[in-house]
Nanobody, 127 residues
């Protein structure tokens, strides 16, 4: 059973930075797509960034390209999301997810493809 635990959320002013972490356990293979999604009340969950653990390919939502960076530390089984130049519209609950699916720079699976989810961590950006 894959378990994901996020940390690192908080409140920051516009233009600031935060780094989210996702500690993962229970992997049975090395080829997963791991991603970060976010959701605000009343809206659908939105894919933010994803990385394929088998080769390191990454993909980003257009709204965060150039500002957010997804990375993984295989030794620590931890996924990161470095968020720079934060904007008020980045305010959301952020979720870590993992799925037995492929992702690449040209393919960001929908949330339906991710079977495992963390509990979420809140990010609030004030203007």
């Amino acid at each position: 059973q894959v378990q994901l635990v996020e940390s690192g959320g908080g409140s920051v002013q516009a233009g600031g930075s935060l780094r989210l972490s996702c500690a993962a356990s229970g992997y049975t293979t090395s080829n997963y797509c791991m991603g970060w999604f976010r959701q605000v009340p009343g809206k659908e969950r939105e894919g933010v960034a994803a990385i394929y653990t088998g080769g390191g390919s990454t993909t980003y939502a257009d709204s965060v390209k150039g500002r957010f960076t997804i990375s993984q530390d295989n030794a620590k089984n931890t996924l990161y999301l470095q968020m720079n130049s934060l904007k008020p519209e980045d305010t959301a609950m952020y979720y870590c997810a993992a799925g037995h699916t492929y992702c690449s720079s040209n393919y960001f699976p929908g949330s339906w493809a991710f079977a495992y989810w963390g509990q979420g961590t809140q990010v609030t950006v004030s203007s």
